[in-house]
């Protein structure tokens, strides 16, 4: 993990000092992904002189203890943090406008609607401040997730992706490996340790957790799965009936977005 973190650093020095960036802008859940982003980007932040801005965006649905973990990881880890609360300009500006149709939707596929919905609204004030700053926005995304669908088209997506290849098992491998090896204040160690140790869910109240979704015990079975499916399809078609391979088709449309047209499907060979 020590090269891992070093190279990432690295790489991450390089596009900053090339794309002449003042800032890097973060949203912050209170899960791991997020956290592991603020630890990575925080000591080439300092070095360069750049502003890590955090913010700790709740909307409706967030729980007490995710936010904490949030303002842990922003104080702990960035220059500028705030919590921010569109829960008032969600439910007074919004949501007669979003709910002024029934389509006999079940709850389940309200909660996931209204759950993009936050997800880009996120977006919007992130966007929004990653440009006043002459910064970009920071991906939170890992590999397993994006496989997965588990995020928001035009929602909860940024501009510079640390661990956008990284396996979920490998995020959690290398926070610990910050926390047990690297992290010298005592702050940053329990802020990172505190989102290690949380149990990980998308927000939207669906299940208590992402994996009760998938139907399984460990993110270790999640990546195993993905791993056999997507790197040796001729030997994984047992799996196609399994909870995270049948999510990772469902959600395929996503990883095509957007679809376009081409040339010949247009006028023809």
Not at 28 to 39: E, H, K
Not at 79 to 106: A, M, R, V
Request: glycine share 8%; with cysteine; hydrophobic share 35%.
């Amino acid at each position: 993990m020590k090269v891992g973190v070093e190279n990432i650093r690295c790489q991450l020095k390089e596009y900053i000092e090339k794309s002449g960036l003042k800032a890097l802008v973060l949203g912050l859940s209170g899960g791991i992904d997020s956290a592991i982003c603020a630890a990575l980007a925080a000591p080439v932040c300092k070095d360069l002189g750049v502003e890590l801005i955090g913010r700790s965006i709740t909307i409706e649905t967030n729980k007490a203890d995710e936010i904490e973990r949030g303002e842990m990881i922003g104080k702990a880890f960035c220059t500028s943090f705030k919590p921010i609360d569109l829960t008032h300009l969600y439910q007074t500006s919004l949501h007669d406008i979003l709910e002024e149709e029934e389509t006999g939707e079940t709850d389940r596929e309200r909660k996931v609607r209204l759950g993009n919905i936050k997800a880009r609204l996120r977006m919007i004030y992130l966007y929004n401040l990653a440009q006043q700053h002459k910064g970009l926005v920071l991906s939170t995304d890992n590999y397993t997730e994006y496989l997965l669908g588990f995020w928001t088209l035009h929602g909860d997506v940024g501009d510079y992706g640390m661990i956008q290849e990284l396996w979920k098992e490998e995020v959690y491998d290398m926070s610990q490996y910050l926390v047990d090896e690297v992290l010298e204040s005592v702050a940053e160690k329990d802020a990172l340790q505190a989102c290690i140790d949380a149990v990980p869910t998308d927000g939207l109240g669906i299940t208590g957790s992402d994996l009760e979704q998938l139907g399984v015990d460990t993110y270790a079975q999640v990546d195993a799965e993905l791993k056999l499916y997507t790197q040796q399809p001729d030997t994984s078609n047992h799996l196609k009936d399994s909870p995270v391979i049948q999510r990772h088709i469902r959600s395929g449309y996503k990883r095509m977005n957007p679809l376009n047209l081409t040339r010949d499907q247009v006028f023809g060979k």
